[in-house]
Nanobody, 126 residues
């Protein structure tokens, strides 16, 4: 059974940090790209970062570049999202998703992702 389980969300003050984790099981982790999406109340789901399950450099949306860092631990089949300098606009539900490598289509498009976790909530208080 394929599972993606997010953890690490919570309430944090503006300017603070959180680290999210996405634990994967049930598929060949190294053969997938893993992305983080978030959805703020009343807004569309937004792709914010992605990385190969086997590791390497991550990619970021403009809204989080320079503040968030994505990493992958292939041995643990877990992807992390270190979030710093959080602000109120970072509030939302954060999801991780998996997409097979070598596929056509935009890796920033949520419709391109096959597997999803249930999400973890992040609330930034100002």
């Amino acid at each position: 059974e394929v599972q993606l389980v997010e953890s690490g969300g919570g309430l944090v003050q503006a300017g603070g940090s959180l680290r999210l984790a996405c634990a994967a099981s049930g598929f060949s982790f190294d053969e997938y790209n893993i992305a983080w999406f978030r959805q703020a109340p009343g807004k569309e789901r937004e792709a914010i970062s992605r990385i190969s399950g086997s590791g390497g450099a991550g990619s970021y949306a403009d809204s989080v570049r320079g503040r968030f860092t994505i990493s992958s631990d292939s041995a643990k089949k877990t992807v992390y999202l270190q979030m710093t300098r959080l602000n109120a606009e970072d509030t939302g539900r954060y999801y991780c998703a998996a997409r097979g490598k070598g596929l056509y289509g935009s890796p920033w498009d949520s419709l391109e992702y096959e597997y999803w976790g249930q999400g973890t909530r992040v609330t930034v208080s100002s």
